[in-house]
Every structure is written in C-alpha cells, then in structure tokens.
C-alpha cells in the first residue's frame, strides 16, 4: 500500500507561522507611540495700497486678501478701488475646498468711476487677480491689486477754497515768495493773486499731488509642518505740486518703500510667529525749494519707523509725514496678530484739511492648535532595570501562546504519522 508521504518542508512551515502569528498579536499598536498631531490652523493676510482722502471724501485703492483653513480651504481677493457709495469697482475672488480644488480668476482691469461730487481725481486703470487652491489637502491662495497713478487735482477746490485763505494775502504771498521764486516772469502772475492761482500756474493741469502707485499682494500657503501668510504692498512714488510749467521738478519727492509681513504658524507645536518689514520714507526737496528753506532741514529728508517729519513750507502749503513702526500681539483668544502700519502722509494742511494718503498698509494674523489627544504607551524598563513582574496576560498574549503551542502539538503528530507510515510500508 502507497501512501503519500508527509512533506519535510511543513514542520518549519508550521513554525514560522506560528512565531509570525505570535508576534504580531503580542506586538504593541505602532500608531499608539505617536502622541501628538498637527491640529486646526487658520491665517489670513491683508494689504492695502492707498487710502486716500482729498478734502475731506475718502477712497482706497489696491486691496488684497489671501487665507487658508485646515478644513481645507483657501480664498483670495483683490479690489481695484473701494469707492463709498458705489462700493467695489474691478474686483476679483476666487474660494477653493477638497470638493472644488481649484479656483482662478485671471487678471482684470478697468475703469474706476467716482461719485460726481468727490473732489477731483484722475485714476489710472486699475487692475485685480485671485487664485485659489486646495493639493494634496493643503491649501493656497493669492491676491493681487494694483492701481497705476492717482492726480490729485485742485482747480475745482481751489475756487471755493481761496476766500478762506487769501486773507491776509500780503502776509501769505511774503511767505510763499522765497518758495517759488521766479513764478512771476514765468506766469506773469502778479503779487496780487490769489493762492488758487499760484498753484494753478504750478502745473499745466492744476495737479496738487501725482502718486505713482505700487501694488499690494497678498498670499497664503501650507504643508505638513507650517502655515504661512505673506502680506506686501510696494508702496508709491508722490510728487508735491508738481511743476511743470516751470520746467522745474516738484516742490517735493516722496518715496515711500514697500513694506511687508508674514505670520508662520509650525504645526508641530502650534507657536505662531511674525516677522515685519515696516516701510523708510526718502523726501527729497527740490533745489531752489531747499536753499529757500531754513538751513537745518536737511534735504534728502530719511524718516524711519516711529518718526514724523514737516517739510517746512510755508502755510498752507506745508505738508507732514508720519511713519508708524510694526506693532504685533494675541488676543485672548490666541490669535497671533502684526501690522506693518501705513505710511500717512497729510499734505497741504491747510486748504480745506489738505490731501491724506495712508500708504502701504499691512496686516497678517493666525492661529494653530495642537492634538493631544491620544495618550502615550507606557515607556519600556531601563536596561539596567528588570521588568516588572507580570500577574496575567492579555486577550492577545494568550492567543499567540495557543497558536504556538498548537503548531507544536501539531508537528508532533505528524511526525508520529510519518513513523506509522513508514512501518507500514
């Protein structure tokens, strides 16, 4: 009688599998090690260009937006121009999640209309993008504005304002004789003009202030390990009473550097920090304007964070600027802030409150959390330590014995069926 003989091969088998079987059921879950997590974020970013007030009516031009979520989601926006009453003109928003991950709004640009009383302004086209993005679970999102030039122009303020200020008009035109020397064989204007006159004749359009503006941008972005906001405006390029009918530069130059901010949030501790790059001023008189001047204004003019400087003019020309440092903080509730604060800029101080720009205006804010929520294994015994002696076993220990005892049993029996077998035969 042939009967099959036992494989050789299925006694170590049996074996391995049970020290495998074994193993893996007394083995500790390995994810249980891992005791913390990245949790919840949130960061936003703002920047504004310009806000500017002419005689007391306000716009802002250049606004930017840029944040993200960990759900996640991300949106953006960019605004041309905020205008009261008519609100925004040339704006752009775009909002992406896991469910719509991609949201692009392509750059625009168009006019900006103004209300038929605000004083008289030219603005170039303005133009906005947004983009929005949510890849591989993390979000992402960028805003951008811009406005190219903005004339403030005072022929229609002047009228109306010059009875307020051409009084006493001797007095006035003494003081503002040294400033602009040689108007008179320029313009043919005499000494008895009124002041609207005299800066009317400084330009062949009446321009008070010419800003050649930077743009704002803002963006937002994370990763397995950080969450950033980035604010920036670019800041501009201001001409005091330009005066080109002269042939001559602008009383004043004013360059106003970018300034910039970013919040970083590390999802591994859920610490937020900021770093700010408030903006310089550079004022640069023109020559024949600064030898008028008394000789302690220095010219160029640098005004740094924290500082305020008038350039000197005589009233109501004269003109101030003020540039404000980076300021950061939390609230109470754990909102990690900064701002790059604007540049502000009051000129012409004394015809009807003058023209105000706050320029280059910056603003990031955000907040992480941390998960720690699961609780951390017990540590294993110092290797001069003995383990502690143990009083029972788990479900799993258990199992694994049996296994292992089973594969013994089993390669037992099978050894004594070969050895049958082989009697037999």
Do not use: W
Request: glycine share 10%; charged share 15%.
């Amino acid at each position: 009688m042939n009967c099959p003989r036992p494989r050789r091969g299925s006694r170590p088998a049996a074996l391995a599998t049970a020290l495998v079987a074994a193993a893996l059921l007394a083995a500790p879950v390995a994810a249980h090690a891992d005791t913390t997590a990245p949790g919840s974020y949130h960061a936003k970013a703002t920047a504004t260009a310009l806000d500017l007030k002419v005689f007391g009516q306000g716009i802002t031009l250049g606004l930017t937006r840029a944040e993200n979520a960990s759900t996640p989601e991300s949106a953006a926006s960019g605004i041309g121009a905020l205008v009261p009453s008519l609100g925004n003109q040339v704006e752009q928003q775009a909002a992406a999640t896991a469910d719509n991950p991609v949201d692009e709004r392509a750059q625009t640009c168009g006019p900006i209309t103004l209300p038929a009383d605000f004083p008289a302004v030219s603005l170039a086209t303005a133009c906005s993008a947004a983009n929005a993005v949510v890849k591989d679970g993390f979000p992402a999102s960028i805003g951008d504005a811009s406005v190219l030039t903005v004339d403030v122009n005072g022929n229609s303020v002047l009228g109306s304002a010059s009875s307020a200020v051409n009084a006493p008009i001797g007095q006035l035109l003494d003081g503002l004789q040294p400033v602009f020397a040689g108007l008179d064989q320029a313009s043919g204007i005499d000494a008895n003009s009124l002041l609207n006159q005299i800066v009317e004749a400084i330009t062949k359009d009446g321009d008070l202030v010419r800003v050649a503006l930077g743009p704002s941008h803002s963006t937002s972005s994370a990763n397995q390990t950080v969450e950033t906001a980035t604010a920036a405006a670019q800041g501009a390029i201001v001409e005091l009473l330009p005066r080109d009918l002269l042939g001559l530069p602008p009383v004043a130059t004013i360059e106003v550097g970018a300034a910039a901010n970013t919040i970083t949030i590390d999802r591994n501790t859920g610490e937020a920090t900021v770093e700010y790059d408030p903006s310089i001023v550079t004022v640069t008189l023109a020559d024949d304007i600064a030898a008028a001047l008394p000789s302690q204004v220095p010219n160029p003019i640098s005004v740094t964070p924290g500082q305020s400087f008038c350039l000197g003019l005589p009233a109501p020309l004269d003109s101030c600027i003020t540039v404000a440092g980076g300021t950061q903080g939390k609230n109470a509730d754990g909102l990690t802030f900064a701002e790059a604060s604007a540049v502000s800029l009051r000129l012409l101080t004394g015809v009807q409150d003058g023209v105000q720009l706050d320029l280059a205006a910056t603003r990031v804010e955000g907040v992480g959390t941390l998960d720690t929520s699961r609780a951390a294994p017990p540590a294993p015994p110092a290797p001069d330590q003995p383990a502690l002696a143990r009083t029972g076993g788990t479900i799993d220990t258990l199992l694994a014995g049996s296994l292992f005892a089973a594969a013994i049993g089993g390669m037992a029996i099978a050894r004594r069926a070969r050895r049958r077998v082989e009697f037999l035969g």
